[in-house]
């Protein structure tokens, strides 16, 4: 990680959005493991979902870091 000169300006709401962007990542990680493992499309459908939602929320919070740095 680049050390940057001068603070965010919130960095509290920045720690925040790292943990989610984090564990947003981990939690997609573990939809995919269930996919695999998964033959029912109601099933798959739904983990597709759930991921797609979770990259939006990632998406979300890296535009809010851009705008906070």
Do not use: C, F, Y
Not at 18 to 23: A, G, Q, S, V, Y
Not at 31 to 47: C, N, P, Y
Request: hydrophobic share 45%.
């Amino acid at each position: 990680m680049v050390e940057r000169l001068l603070p965010s300006d919130d960095p509290v709401a920045e720690e925040v959005l790292e943990w989610t962007i984090k564990r947003d990542a981990q939690d997609i990680a573990q939809l995919m493991e269930w996919l695999v493992g998964t033959t029912a499309r109601k099933d798959r459908e739904m983990l597709i979902n759930r991921a797609l939602d979770l990259m939006e929320e990632i998406d979300h919070a890296l535009k809010r870091l851009d705008e906070l740095r």
